[in-house]
């Protein structure tokens, strides 16, 4: 008994092995037949279809074997992990196995030419690797035809550009399987696609999805292609390429984006969709509409190409120019203000304000839009323009400069911001007590002197500017009181208040004779000298000079003797060394002004500078007043070094701006001569003036001149500007006496660098007499040295251009000074000056008074006059003391301090150890004050004559000695 293995024919005729098995006859049968081993590969349900024919059960009057016979067989599965099935395994029983169905058929067959095949579909889930199939037949007539084992899934699908790849179905037949999509090539997922694989093997519910990428546009094959050439996409979404935006390409497939044309651009603003396009062309028709001497309107039609924008806007750049041509123009001031803007408006006016008076602009107005940039095309109108002249601002640096007995002189500043000229200026003085008695004076001169005033009477004066515009605003009232005549034959005599002022007229009218009759006979000689051998207008100075001299050497002291009342705003600019420029001529054009030389007229030759002659001469400047000029010119056949050292002091000057600074009006460059134009001082260099007039001018008029050079030395210093040669013969006198610092030949910046600031030059000619020791030891100069200088420069101011240390040799100069010998006073110097020039050249130069000091120190003694009776003790210049024995002659301390008067302080030597003069010799301040000799009147007589030791004992050929 069992299944039989038979040959078969289907009814279409198909040879087919067949299993059989037909026991209906038969009781207890029991017959297997089991599949091999399964693998269940992806599957998670496995289905079986069965195809088996039955015979229908024949009935038999015995009901017996009627009941034996069936029509069903037994389905039964059998997991494994493994294929391990034999004979025995697993064991073939109901209980072992899995039942999963009887099953019947649906046709049985009765007659063996009609048989008809039946079908049975089964489906379990299965959890392992594998499955055996067995059929238990019991007692049916059946042919087991084919046996399909098989699984469901879902299969590979496209949707929404993401692919599903093929899936099997769940274990159960209403379980879904979540499955992920990948994005098709050249597409990005949008969302997470996903898709269900249900039982039945179809999808459902499909979610998220893909959208082609820049560059590629979507099929409805579900694919993404390249945008074709001429086509850009440069988003990621399903829409179509669209063709190039005008004026821009694709030369390639898939592009992103078209690219602009040769002469088209984009803004970084624009989408890649806009068309390409161009800046806009310049503005028509920039017309002034009208100016006043702070403002300025004008107004412009829009560009006729506007470059394929909307974004049209403008932007502004203004150029101030300077006064009258000439000057370079630069960028207008951060002050002046742009309506609507300066920048990124679209209005056709625009109104800037805040512009200085009689000043030439340049308004370029640039169209732009979003492509300007990137085009770099500069798209501009410009318009020039002159603002009307204002009148003036209220003066408000109105300073006194010099007051006398009956006599007060103020000066002033040019209005700030007055550009233009000032015509004249008015002032109004009045006796303070009585403000309806005074009298309107007019001058052209930034000062002026009131005679014929009260004395001691308090004046009030004011002032105020007028240009072509107008007059300005007077300036507020300065109370000044006028004083009490200081001269030498005053103090000598005792005199002060109790001098009339008949007297004193008659005193001012007989020195002025002498002064005019002076000054006539030095221009005399002067032109005997060839110095005006050009024109016959040095007779014209000849008169100026005489009428303005009367009155300055009777009264009137120096200019430089200025009280500020007010100081002028601003910040201290910084000196710029030329030197540190790669291109020298650089800083010429920074610093200086170029003139039109045609603008210059020589008139005389007044001196012989280092480069070449210098001259008196004319400066005409259009729209401006004339004025007197000094021209430095630059002879023939000089070397480029020759013309870059000369102008180099232009650049140099071209940055001051004081009033007791020599000023630099300009420079002639691009013509020849060369020439360096400065203000003209009358009165030139002031030791060879102060040499001309000796013994003419009151201490004050002495004192006013120092303070005047340390006024401009002050102002030096505080822009980092160390002189190096300050020296009365480099100090320029005008005709009221104002005296102003000049030569900056040898000087250099000094070093920011350097610890203590000091400059150490390389080499070069040192002004001994003038210069401190350490710049002459270690060629180290800081303001420090220049206020050495500045004390020799005291000396000769008072000793009326004497040579510092009188014929002695520079060596016995610098000896000397090293043992602490200093200048005596000159005649009638005041103590209080000599103290000051003993001050300024201490040895220690951090001890040295600064120039800010000292100008208070002058300004003092000024204001109170009586500081300056007290005469310096005077001794003739090579004068060696005769009461003063010779001290190397002395065997005992005590002998040399009996002959010093200073005996009593025998003990506190001998105390301390003292015992021999070569001792004494070396004997410094901080000893005697260890020695407990307290009083400084005593420590310099004794320091005086312990240096007078040490000279003799050194051998230096001693003069007037003085010690510090
Ligand atoms: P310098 O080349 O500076 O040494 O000038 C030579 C001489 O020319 C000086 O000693 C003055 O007598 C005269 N001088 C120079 N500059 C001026 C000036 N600005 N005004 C009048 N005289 C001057």
């Given at each position: 008994m069992g299944w039989v293995e038979a040959s078969y024919n289907d009814n279409e005729g198909n040879p087919l092995r067949i299993y059989t098995s037909c026991y209906v006859t038969q009781t207890n049968v029991n017959n297997w037949l089991r599949t091999p081993f399964i693998d269940r590969k992806d599957a998670n349900r496995l289905y079986i279809d069965i195809r088996f024919s039955m015979r229908k059960c024949i009935r038999h009057k015995d009901p017996q074997r009627l009941q034996q016979c069936k029509e069903t067989f037994v389905l039964y599965y059998y997991e494994a992990e493994?294929?391990?099935?034999?004979?025995?395994?697993?064991?073939?029983d109901p209980e072992t196995y899995f039942k999963m169905d009887v099953i019947a058929a649906d046709y049985l067959y009765e007659d063996e030419n009609d048989i008809r095949i039946n079908v049975e579909t089964k489906s379990i889930p299965i959890t392992r690797q594998g499955v055996y199939f067995a059929i238990q037949d019991t007692g049916a007539c059946i042919s087991l035809i084919s046996i399909k084992v098989y699984y469901i899934t879902c299969p590979n699908i496209t949707q929404n550009y993401a692919l599903f790849l093929e899936t099997p179905t769940g274990p159960d037949l209403t379980s879904v399987v979540q499955k992920q999509g990948q994005c098709v090539a050249n597409a990005a997922e949008e969302k997470r696609p996903t898709y269900l694989c249900k039982g039945g093997g179809t999808w459902a519910l499909l979610d998220g999805g893909c959208k082609c990428m820049p560059g590629y546009q979507a099929t409805p094959s579900q694919t993404c292609v390249g945008c074709p050439a001429g086509t850009y996409k440069w988003h990621t979404s399903n829409e179509p390429c669209r063709n190039c935006p005008a004026h821009s390409f694709s030369s390639h497939r898939h592009s992103v984006m078209c690219e602009c044309e040769s002469g088209f651009y984009r803004s970084p603003d624009d989408l890649k969709s806009a068309p390409c396009t161009k800046p806009p062309s310049a503005p028509l028709n920039l017309k002034l509409k009208s100016s006043d001497h702070m403002s300025a309107t004008m107004t412009w039609s829009q560009p006729q190409f506007l470059g394929g924008r909307t974004d049209l806007s403008y932007r502004v750049e203004c150029l101030e120019c300077g006064t009258g041509g000439g000057s370079p123009c630069r960028e207008c001031s951060s002050g002046v203000e742009f309506y609507p803007k300066q920048q990124a408006f679209n209005t056709t006016s625009l109104t800037v304000r805040g512009l200085l008076p009689s000043t030439d602009y340049n308004i370029k107005v640039y169209a732009e839009n979003g492509v300007t940039q990137k085009s770099k095309r500069v798209s501009v109108a410009q318009t020039e323009f002159t603002t009307e002249a204002a009148v003036p601002a209220k003066i408000n640096d109105v300073q006194v400069i010099s007051v006398g007995s009956t006599w007060i002189t103020v000066g002033w500043d040019r209005p700030l911001g007055s550009q233009g000229d000032i015509e004249r200026y008015q002032l109004r003085h009045f006796p303070k007590n009585n403000r309806s008695g005074g009298d309107l004076v007019y001058t052209k001169q930034k000062n002026y002197t009131f005679r014929g005033l009260a004395l001691q009477t308090e004046y009030g004066f004011q002032v105020r500017g007028k240009t072509q515009k107008g007059w300005g605003q007077y300036s507020d009232i300065i109370y000044v009181k006028t004083g009490t005549l200081v001269s030498r034959s005053t103090i000598e005599q005792g005199q002060g208040m109790s001098v009339g002022i008949i007297a004193g007229a008659i005193v001012a009218v007989i020195l002025c004779m002498a002064i005019a009759i002076i000054m006539v006979l030095i221009l005399l000689r002067r032109n005997r000298n060839g110095c005006n051998e050009k024109n016959v207008s040095e007779c014209d100075n000849l008169q100026y000079t005489n009428v303005v001299h009367c009155a300055p050497l009777e009264h009137h002291f120096n200019g430089g003797l200025t009280v500020p009342l007010f100081q002028p705003p601003g910040v201290v600019k910084t000196y710029i060394d030329p030197h540190t420029y790669e291109d020298p001529n650089q800083a010429v054009r920074e610093f200086t002004r170029e003139i039109d030389a045609s603008h210059i007229t020589i008139e005389s030759v007044i001196g012989g500078g280092e480069f070449g002659d210098v001259c008196k001469g004319k400066l005409r400047i259009p729209n401006r007043a004339e004025m007197s000029v000094a021209i430095k010119t630059l002879k023939p056949g000089a070397t480029d070094k020759n013309r870059l050292d000369f102008l180099t002091e232009a650049s140099i000057m071209g940055q001051f701006d004081d009033q007791n600074v020599i000023f630099l009006e300009g420079v002639v460059?691009?013509?020849?001569?060369i020439m360096i134009v400065t203000e003209y001082m009358a009165n030139g260099s002031l030791d060879a003036y102060l040499r001309n007039n000796d013994g003419k001018f009151t201490v004050i008029q002495l004192v006013g001149m120092m303070r005047g050079i340390a006024s401009g030395m002050k102002y030096l210093s505080e822009m980092g500007?160390?002189?190096?040669?300050?020296?009365a013969r480099n100090i320029l006198v005008n005709e009221t006496l104002v005296c102003k610092v000049a030569d900056f030949g040898l000087s250099r910046e000094i070093e920011s660098d350097t610890t203590d600031g000091a400059y150490t030059t390389k080499g070069g000619k040192i002004p001994v007499r003038w210069t401190a020791p350490e710049a002459i030891a270690f060629r180290k100069f800081t303001s420090a040295s220049d206020v050495w200088s500045y004390g020799v420069v005291m000396w000769e101011v008072m000793s009326y251009g004497e040579r510092p240390y009188w014929n002695w040799s520079n060596q016995d100069v610098i000896k000397a000074v090293e043992r602490g010998y200093r200048l005596p006073p000159p005649m009638d110097c005041p103590e209080a000056c000599h103290q000051l020039m003993l001050d300024c050249w201490q040895k220690e130069r951090s001890h040295r008074p600064k120039f800010l000091a000292i100008v208070k120190t002058l300004d003092k003694l000024i204001r109170a006059p009586e500081l300056l009776r007290k005469i310096a003790k005077q001794r003739p210049h090579n004068f060696i003391d005769p009461n003063m024995p010779d001290m190397t002659q002395f065997t005992s301390i005590e002998d040399w301090l009996i002959s010093i008067k200073m005996e009593r302080y025998s003990n506190n030597f001998l105390h301390a150890g003292y015992c021999n003069m070569e001792q004494i010799s070396r004997m410094t301040v901080k000893e005697l004050i260890n020695l407990g000799i307290t009083l400084v009147g005593h420590q310099k007589k004794i320091m005086n004559s312990v240096q007078t030791l040490r000279a003799q004992l050194g051998g230096v050929q001693m003069s007037e000695g003085f010690l510090v």
């Open positions: 493994s294929d391990f099935a034999n004979a025995m395994m697993p064991t073939w460059t691009k013509s020849n001569p500007y160390v002189h190096r040669d300050l020296a």
